[in-house]
T-cell receptor, first 113, second 106 residues
């Protein structure tokens, strides 16, 4: 089945630690995205990538980093510099151009203890 | 910077009622507008995508319209069912509204 997978579903982190969230897609999409969702709010764009080895900052990139070494994978690292990382993280993909229809994964809920 | 607003924030209707959800955006230079559904604790499910050159899109009981000049889109749900209960989000150029939480009462 084609789709987007995110792991883990739940993640707990101690303050001061870096954590990496996984996102994989088998839709053969060129573009991939990371969003953050806080309770009762819409999604905010963290980073997006339109091609392997290239990515652009979104509206809230501070404290986050990404890599795009393979077309299928777009991992997100939440660094210790992110002051309020507890949130629901959603990964999406689309064909190009980057404003095409987006498809989402099931999300990862990150909690900082 | 594109800003997207959705009104109302929450809506409760009896089963069978037709309803309209609203989405407004500040910059009319859009590529497309997408409507999503989100169930609690889940990812987003794409409902409808309207290209900037289109005025509306339909899928089953759902109809979405787009008026770029006024910066508005509506999502019309016909004959609502309890299974339609969810949060509905609209997105314009990778920017999202906060969503409308819909409850359909049996």
């Amino acid at each position: 089945d084609g789709g987007i997978t995110q792991s883990p579903k739940y993640l707990f982190r101690k303050e001061g630690q870096n954590v990496t969230l996984s996102c994989e897609q088998n839709l053969n999409h060129d573009a991939m995205y990371w969003y953050r969702q806080d309770p009762g709010q819409g999604l905010r764009l963290i980073y997006y990538s339109q091609i392997v080895n290239d990515f652009q900052k979104g509206d809230i990139a501070e404290g986050y980093s990404v890599s795009r070494e393979k077309k299928e994978s777009f991992p997100l690292t939440v660094t210790s510099a992110q002051k309020n990382p507890t949130a629901f993280y959603l990964c999406a993909s689309s064909s190009l151009p980057s404003y095409n229809e987006q498809f989402f994964g099931p999300g990862t809920r990150l909690t900082v203890l | 910077k594109q800003e997207v607003t959705q009104i109302p924030a929450a809506l409760s209707v009896p089963e069978g009622e037709n309803l309209v959800l609203n989405c407004s955006f500040t910059d009319s230079a859009i590529y497309n507008l997408q409507w999503f559904r989100q169930d609690p604790g889940k990812g987003l499910t794409s409902l409808l995508l309207i290209q900037s050159s289109q005025r509306e899109q339909t899928s089953g009981r759902l109809n979405a319209s787009l008026d770029k000049s006024s910066g508005r889109s509506t999502l019309y749900i016909a004959a609502s069912q309890p299974g339609d209960s969810a949060t509905y989000l609209c997105a314009v150029n990778m920017r999202f509204g906060a969503g409308t939480r819909l409850t359909v009462k049996p």
